[in-house]
């Protein structure tokens, strides 16, 4: 059983390959690389063949999808962008075309708000509850819980503070399903993200792009790229603290909000690319651990994200290997709908005319 987990991070694009849940692939590859040329990117994938299944990039996500099977609806719901917009990491669009395009046994996976597992009224005017990439990071999180409490997956509960490289999002697991999430276009303060937009913001702005949705962050805020996540918590500069005290705080209320979803979770999981740091993740412990036990998701990969890995994981269970359990309690079969089927703000048949449909 060989399969290939994607993850389509904002700095880099990560592979995750599992043989007979062996890791046999473990690679990052800069995003700006990557898609400036997708055949070389999918040369790479075939020339680490045979495989029986690769869990591609997914955006927003989409019910399982087959590449085969991916239409140009689809993928401008996956990617959420208008047709003179490349999605929001510029012509992502391109290698899930090339990706759908090759031989290669390419499956898309879905985003928090396809589960059924979700409530419905949770989802309510709601698209990012947490995209394809939490869902997977997720995935991860919960074989972990079950392994290191020697547990079913069914008993796993814990909340999950994915700290990313531009966004900041998290999500709630009770008996080992996803039942809620806050993503990171509608949630906290990231280091490139604004995250969730003041209603008064958005008309301010008159005309919302998927560009003003990676800008006003952290780094906006420090007056600074936040390249070093040490470096950042341990501001040095009046709007450097004030930036650092947005971002902790905001991401802490993120996690005290889903506990209301999850009442008492057994742990609170950091992941993501600045949860790597020991200053994030020490203050984010000391600020969370009044709630449960705080802990660092670890992986099994020493460079591929854990996004990455989750997507191995689950490409491996959709395949019928020893993750099957996982896809199951899971529900990522009966993932179901679209991203724009809980609009009342807006009319579905609005939002989809904005993407061109």
Known sequence: MRVIGIDPGTISIDLCGLADGQLFLDAAIPTELALADPAAFVARLIAA????????????GLPLTRGHDLSDDALRLALL????????????????RALAASPLPVVFTPGALHLPTVPEHRKINRVDLGTADKVCATALAIVEQAARRQCPLRDVSLILLELGGAFTAAVAVAGGQIVDGIGGSSGPIGIRSAGALDGEVAFLADHVTKALLFTGGAAAVAGDAVVDPDAFADPTSTRQAVAWSAYLEGGCKAVAALTISVPRPAEIILSGRFARSASVYDAFAEQLRGIAPVRRLDGFAVVAKHAAQGAALIADGLAGGSNAALVDVLALRRAAGSVLDHLYVISPDDARRRIGL
């Open 81 to 96: 962008a208008a047709p003179e917009e490349g999605g929001g990491i510029g012509h992502l669009g391109t290698l899930l």
């Open 49 to 60: 063949g045979p495989l029986d299944l690769v869990a591609g990039p997914s955006g927003y």
